[in-house]
């Protein structure tokens, strides 16, 4: 075999092993949810505040629109980080005008830990696509870059060059300024 082979295998092999590694922490444990139903009050108009932190977040992703029978239809319209930050602050969603892009930590706070696909609770937020969310925190290694969670499988990332769903927030204080490394 070739070396080449060989690395690609053993490389395939560890992402295999921690990927089943987490499966079975989640599975043998099985972990509270982090975000349970009851951490949120529910509004009434499409927004819940997550109770222990104050925040008020949009149920539906941008481009959808949500319905009262508690679900979000259509499809999350993707931006340009740019387009993500105007979005925000131009939203006058439930007759409010202080919405804005989450930084990274309120972003990921959204993540659940054991699930996939979405990685989010999906009653409080339905039809969440497993999808790259734009956060308002600069990446630390470049900051040209910024930060956004995948709600596919929960990890994050940083770049500006894609074109990337939004969630937006208000209330409760933003870290703003919030550099991370991605190390918790």
């Known amino acids: 075999m070739n070396h080449r082979l060989i690395l690609f295998l053993w490389t395939l092999a560890l992402s295999l092993i921690t990927s089943l590694a987490q499966a079975v922490t989640c599975i043998i444990y099985m972990p509270p949810a982090s975000n349970p139903d009851s951490a949120y009050t529910d509004n009434g108009d499409g927004t819940v505040t997550h109770t222990p932190t104050g925040l008020i977040w949009k149920r539906c992703a941008e481009g959808q629109t949500w319905r009262s029978r508690g679900t979000c239809t259509g499809s999350a319209s993707n931006h340009t980080w740019a387009q993500a930050l105007t979005l925000a602050s131009t939203s006058s969603f439930a007759g409010k005008s202080d919405w804005r892009l989450p930084d990274y930590k309120e972003l990921s706070s959204l993540v659940e830990e054991c699930r996939i696909d979405p990685a989010i609770n999906d009653t409080i937020f339905p039809n969440t696509p497993g999808a790259d969310f ?27 060059n894609g074109n990337y769903a939004v969630r937006l927030v208000r209330g409760g204080q933003s870290s703003g300024g919030f550099v991370s490394t991605g190390k918790t």
């Open 134 to 160: 734009w956060s308002s925190s600069p990446y630390a290694y470049n900051s040209h870059n910024a930060w956004s969670v995948h709600f596919s499988s929960g990890g994050a990332s940083g770049s500006r």
